[in-house]
């Protein structure tokens, strides 16, 4: 059964970058691309960006200027840092697994972090 | 970017309506659209993918509809377990952007 696991501090100051990571158990890490979205406090989803175990990634261009998603194939997990971060990107973080097999869904999620920004 | 506009916001029916969710996409989307169910504290779950395809161990009184702009979700016979915000979201193109979401609650 394979399963999706965020960590990653709960706290972040503004101006700082945000860390967390996913891990996944019972597969691969290899067989899928994998992604980030994002949920604000009583808002809809955002998508964030994802990233192929190769290296191959792409971003959501409203946040792109300070989103990096990065993988470790050793471990079998993946990871955001998100930079600068204001009030605004206080939001649930979910990773989730992205099927492109001829079609796209988001079909597997972790249960999602909570990251608060504030001094 | 597509916007994806979803109708209505909120809804409230009883156990046994029949419900239904519009969801219209900015410009032409193909079928590539998805439905989710999230339920309060929970991650949001995949019901349908490609406009009208079941997920596997999805209840049949699940089915979408719809191809171009227009797309529709609909529940044949609310069950008090499907209470719960639905969101659609579009893969036609990049960023994959997601309806505002449709806040289902009980009568």
């Known amino acids: 059964q394979v399963q999706l696991q965020e960590s990653g501090p709960g706290l972040v100051k503004p101006s700082e970058t945000l860390s ?4 996944v158990s019972g597969d691969s890490i290899r067989s899928y691309y994998w992604t980030w979205i ?4 009583g808002k809809g989803l955002e998508w964030i960006g ?3 175990y190769s290296g191959t ?5 409203s946040l792109k200027s300070r989103v990096t998603i990065s993988v470790d194939t050793s471990k079998n997990q993946f990871s955001l840092n998100l930079s600068s971060v204001t009030a605004a990107d206080t939001a649930v973080y979910y990773c989730a697994r992205l099927q ?3 079609y796209w869904s988001l079909d597997l999620w972790g249960r999602g972090t909570l990251a608060i920004v504030s001094s | 970017d597509i916007q994806m506009t979803q109708s209505p916001s909120s809804l409230s029916a009883s156990v046994g309506d029949r419900v ?3 969801c219209q996409a900015s410009q032409g989307i193909r079928n590539y659209l998805n439905w989710y169910q999230q339920k309060p504290g929970k991650a949001p779950k995949l019901l349908i993918y490609d406009a009208s395809n ?3 161990g999805v209840p049949s009184r699940f089915s979408g509809s719809g191809s171009g702009t227009d797309f529709t979700f609909t529940i044949s016979s609310l069950q008090p377990e499907d209470i719960a915000t639905y969101y659609c979201q579009q893969y036609d193109s990049l960023p994959l952007t997601f309806g505002q979401g449709t806040r ?3 009568k």
């Open chain 1, 57 to 61: 990634t792409n971003y959501n261009p």
């Open chain 1, 20 to 23: 967390l990571a996913c891990s």
């Open chain 1, 100 to 102: 492109v097999a001829g």
């Open chain 2, 20 to 22: 239904t969710i519009t």
């Open chain 1, 50 to 52: 994802f990233i192929y």
């Open chain 2, 54 to 56: 079941l997920e596997t």
């Open chain 2, 104 to 106: 289902l609650e009980t």
């Open chain 1, 38 to 41: 994002r949920q604000p406090p």
